[in-house]
């Protein structure tokens, strides 16, 4: 089975950082792409970070800069690194990954970015 498990959020203060991890099971991080998602109260998901099978780095434009995705596949895991915080980052966090049999959620993450 399939398990995505995110991890590293909490509360910090705006301009602060925050690493994210999600940790994988039942699939290889390596051979699929991998997005970070966020959901802020009464906003739609957005899609925030996202690197390929090839190793290619996407970011939404509103964290260009400030957010570094990456993925280490010793351990079959997909880092977002948050730098320079604002409360507008403020949202649950979720890793999101697919393949043949289906796509697969985390359960989310929250950030609260104080201001």
């Known amino acids: 089975q399939v398990r995505l498990v995110e991890s590293g959020g909490g509360l910090v203060q705006a301009g602060g950082s925050l690493r994210l991890s999600c940790l994988a099971s039942g699939i290889r991080f390596s051979e699929n792409l991998v997005e970070w998602f966020r959901q802020a109260p009464g906003k739609e998901r957005e899609m925030v970070a996202r690197?390929?099978?090839?190793?290619?780095?996407n970011y939404a434009n509103s964290v260009k800069g400030r957010f570094t995705i990456d993925r280490d596949n010793a351990e079959n895991t997909v880092y977002l690194q948050m730098k320079v915080l604002k409360p507008e980052d403020t949202a649950v966090y979720y890793c999101?990954?697919?393949?043949?049999?289906?796509?697969?959620w985390g359960q989310g993450t929250q950030v609260t970015v104080a201001s």
């Open positions: 999101h990954t697919r393949d043949w049999r289906g796509e697969y």
């Open positions: 690197i390929t099978r090839g190793s290619s780095r």
